[in-house]
């Protein structure tokens, strides 16, 4: 009886920790751990790490912030909304100037929003900002995220570079072509029996649940060594609004060199729509 009552309990922990996890709000989201935050697992290493570069880049040469971020579903909120309030969350630009941009991919509603700070609504009104989207479109329907987001993102950097009167040297290298891209076929439906983007976003969830009940488990087996009864605390891993990373308090996964949005704010301006 006590072991049914034991099991019965780590279940219980588990699922109230799990499920949570799996609803993707901005209350839900994590502070970034860089420029590229890509939770739904759609992008390569290497489109990652060229991005973050032309982020960081961008920042150290203009004091403008650009964040992309990948998720699997809006649940069924508005994907400007949602882009607005992760937008003021992460306070993305720099205090006073405003000059952020958040690029916001929702994979499993095929959904996308651009949202614009204050302090670049004049160089990227709501009509560059929608050719720019537009312009990603035949991309995201061939599931090449990659190249979508490598080339809004570098549009959007370039704008700002030649407002600000300067070269970045990583969009000089990226070798990625500025020219509309061709549609050569129409976009097939998706799958979620099929496709590998939904098979890798179900992969990221699993991952943390097995890392949750790693944790409860030890926090239980120690708690039982420490002769804890049924009503203390226990220790384990949560999304914390505003925290680092779904983890510990010292989680080593976070960048240190990273500070995150700087206290930037948005007036709403921005464009977006389906793919």
């Not at 279940?11 to 989201?29: D, G, K, Y």
């Not at 203009?62 to 649940?75: G, H």
């Not at 949560?238 to 779904?246: A, E, H, K, L, N």
Request: contains cysteine; charged residues 20%; proline residues 4%.
């Amino acid at each position: 009886m006590k072991s049914t009552r034991r099991v019965a309990f780590v279940l219980l922990i588990f699922l109230a920790v799990a499920f949570p996890a799996l609803a993707e709000t901005v209350a839900a989201m994590p502070a970034p751990t860089g420029y590229i935050d890509d939770y739904a697992g759609v992008l390569s290493l290497s489109a990652k790490s060229d991005m973050e570069s032309t982020a960081r880049e961008l920042h150290d040469k203009t004091r403008a912030q650009i964040f992309l971020v990948t998720i699997n579903t809006l649940e069924g909120e508005p994907v400007e909304t949602f882009a607005n309030e992760l937008f003021a969350k992460w306070k993305i630009g720099e205090k006073k100037t405003d000059r952020g941009v958040l690029m916001l991919f929702a994979i499993k509603d095929r959904k996308r929003w651009i949202e614009i700070g204050y302090g670049l609504e004049g160089i990227l009104n709501d009509a560059k900002v929608g050719d720019i989207g537009r312009d990603m479109v035949p991309a995201l329907r061939a599931q090449n995220y990659d190249e979508a987001t490598k080339r809004g993102l570098n549009k959007i950097c370039s704008v700002i570079a030649l407002d600000s009167g300067v070269t970045l040297t990583s969009l000089s290298n990226s070798g990625l072509s500025t020219e509309p891209i061709p549609v050569e076929s129409p976009a097939e439906p998706q799958s979620s029996s099929n496709s590998s983007v939904n098979k890798w976003g179900f992969l990221f969830p699993l991952l943390w649940f097995v890392i949750i009940f790693s944790v409860i488990i030890r926090a239980i087996i120690s708690r039982k060594r420490r002769g804890i009864g049924p009503g203390g605390y226990i220790g384990g891993s949560t999304w914390s609004d505003g925290g680092s990373s779904f983890g510990s308090s010292d989680s080593s996964s976070s960048d240190d060199s990273f500070s995150g949005g700087d206290g930037g704010s948005s007036g709403g301006g921005g464009a977006g729509g389906d793919w």
